[in-house]
């Protein structure tokens, strides 16, 4: 017979075990959200910092010719990097997000405040790109470079700690930060919002379904990186800038103005993140909550054998 998915008494559970289990989770989600629109994201990354103009011909053109001159693996290169880099972030993030709505009684309140919501995703957004900023700076150098300049993750920290100067592992961090608040805020906003508004209407007794979750994800993903796209431009362009076009926000903003025109260049790129932000913030949210709950579900049963054995 069938286990009734049901979601865990989280309440028998102590605050390590939570947050344990969410790290697990979180990691798992992340890395297989990011491997999944990997070729996706360097496509992405690449017309991000240069000035061709971005077009979907231009962007499949682009990974046709990848594929072509430096083999299928290529179009995964950075990924390494980003796997080193995702999976701390995902981790901490998620865990985070329960942790400050925990911290903010989100979860107290009957009918959750959207404001608390809001603040519980940007602040949880910050404190995982706060600690893990180095290895997004590190992926989108290794996204934009051939293997012969840096052929691995530890020789990027090597070139750009004795080049660059230890400074520049945060240099983009200000932008981020700017981006990163609404991006967080409007996707775990859209996402518990979404969620909470198919358990009460669907399926008030069970856990959501992996689907809802997914569909609740993939609409989240679209608005959270449509709200913050422009700073994620100017992130990356300062990230992998090595000669100097690009110190600061201002300067980023002028040089794009330009060389490109302002608005063009804000938002180049944009409709390749409406294909893999919602496939990658989906499967990742989907991915993160059946892990937990099921995490959570087996250990709930472990101290609650005759429980256990009455769900089933």
């Given at each position: 017979m069938a286990i009734?998915?049901?979601?865990?008494?989280?309440?028998?559970?102590?605050?390590?075990?939570?947050?344990?289990?969410?790290?697990?989770?979180?990691?798992?989600?992340?890395?297989?959200?990011?491997?999944?629109?990997?070729?996706l994201e360097r496509t992405k990354i690449n017309f991000q910092i240069g000035k061709n103009p971005y077009s979907t011909r231009k962007a499949f053109r682009f990974l046709k010719q990848t594929y072509k001159q430096e083999g299928f693996t290529a179009l995964w290169r950075g990924n390494s990097a980003t796997m080193a880099r995702i999976v701390p972030y995902a981790a901490i993030q998620f865990t985070a997000h329960e942790q400050w709505k925990r911290i903010l009684n989100v979860n107290l309140d009957k009918k959750k405040s959207p404001e608390k919501l809001f603040l519980a995703g940007s602040l949880a957004g910050v404190t995982s790109q706060s600690l893990t900023y180095p290895l997004d700076l590190a992926r989108a150098r290794m996204a934009v470079t051939k293997k012969t300049e840096y052929a691995s993750l530890?020789?990027?920290?090597?070139?750009?700690?004795?080049e660059e100067g230890i400074r520049t592992f945060y240099r983009g961090y200000i932008p981020t930060m700017a981006g990163v608040i609404p991006y967080a805020g409007v996707s775990f906003f859209t996402y518990d919002t979404l969620k909470q508004f198919f358990k009460?209407?669907?399926?008030?007794?069970?856990?959501?379904y992996p689907f809802t979750s997914l569909l609740s994800?993939?609409?989240?993903?679209?608005?959270?990186?449509?709200?913050?796209?422009?700073?994620?431009?100017?992130?990356?362009?300062?990230?992998?800038?090595?000669?100097?076009?690009?110190?600061?926000?201002v300067a980023t903003i002028k040089y794009m103005h330009s060389t490109e025109g302002l608005w063009r260049s804000m938002f180049k790129g944009l409709s390749m993140n409406w294909i893999k932000g919602?496939?990658?913030?989906?499967?990742?949210?989907?991915?993160?909550?059946?892990?937990?709950?099921?995490?959570?579900?087996v250990l709930v049963a472990k101290m609650n054998p005759e429980k256990g054995k009455k769900s089933l």
């Open positions: 009734k998915a049901h979601e865990p008494e989280t309440g028998q559970l102590n605050n390590t075990t939570i947050v344990l289990t969410s790290l697990c989770a979180g990691a798992i989600a992340g890395a297989l959200a990011k491997s999944t629109i990997a070729p530890r020789q990027v920290f090597l070139k750009i700690y004795r009460d209407n669907f399926h008030p007794n069970s856990t959501v994800g993939a609409v989240a993903g679209m608005l959270g990186q449509s709200s913050s796209y422009p700073f994620d431009i100017i992130r990356r362009r300062m990230q992998t800038d090595t000669e100097g076009k690009y110190p600061t926000i919602p496939i990658a913030v989906g499967i990742s949210y989907a991915t993160y909550d059946n892990i937990k709950d099921s995490l959570r579900a």
